[in-house]
């Protein structure tokens, strides 16, 4: 299974719950970015992003107040 394919089950399970906004595609340079200006892993960084829908400042936020494991 490709990444787009992936992308698209996880975009219509999100539809199925009721999420009111499409799936965006989170990059490489996003994560990077994140990386950079909070401190955190890109593990973390990439789960913050996903969390908030590829929002770079939702993730950001997120990062800073809540403590991920």
């Not at 698209?8 to 399970?13: F, G, H, Q, S, V």
């Not at 490489?28 to 400042?57: M, P, Q, R, W």
Request: proline share 1%; aromatic share 8%.
């Amino acid at each position: 299974m490709t990444i787009n394919e992936r992308l698209i089950r996880i975009e219509k399970m999100l539809e199925l719950e009721g999420a009111s906004e499409p799936l965006k595609v989170i990059t490489a340079d996003s994560v990077c970015e994140l990386k950079d200006k909070t401190g955190y892993s890109i593990y973390a960084c990439k789960k913050a992003l996903f969390l908030k829908n590829g929002d770079f400042e939702k993730a950001c936020d997120y990062l800073l107040t809540v403590k991920l494991v």
